[in-house]
């Protein structure tokens, strides 16, 4: 099992950037994929969810507005979008895969990636 982040690096002020996460090892449809990130000196955070039927799709609060989730199953990935960046959006970003149930409930096994680092910075 093995997800793969990239996409990150360093972006100015304002920005954008495409995150990817690609998933091998799985049946990745039947896997909610999720986002979390994680800056310098602070906890890991949930940033948005993405379900396996359906792609419905939920965000964090503060993320709702600039952040985009979604999958391409034929192509096992996962991506984040994220527009007018900020310098707080410095952190690394990881994926995450776990199974989700019809009334959301986790279950199951659940995979990260190693993560992908985005520094915003002028």
């Known amino acids: 099992v093995q997800l793969v982040e990239s996409g990150g690096g360093l972006v100015q002020p304002g920005g954008s950037l495409r995150l990817s996460c690609a998933a091998s090892?799985?049946?990745?449809?039947?896997?909610?994929m999720r986002w979390y990130r994680q800056a310098p000196g602070k906890e890991r955070e949930w940033v948005a969810t993405?379900?396996?039927?359906?792609?419905?799709?939920y965000y964090a609060d503060s993320m709702k507005g600039r952040f985009t989730i979604s999958r391409d199953n034929a192509k096992n990935t996962a991506y984040l979008q994220v527009s007018n960046l900020k310098p707080e959006d410095t952190a690394v970003y990881y994926c995450?895969?776990?199974?989700?149930?019809?009334?959301?409930?986790?279950?199951?096994?659940?995979?990260w990636g190693k993560g992908t680092l985005v520094t915003v910075s002028s």
């Open positions: 090892g799985f049946t990745f449809s039947r896997y909610s």
């Open positions: 993405i379900t396996s039927v359906g792609g419905t799709t």
């Open positions: 995450n895969a776990r199974q989700r149930d019809y009334i959301g409930i986790y279950y199951g096994d659940e995979y």
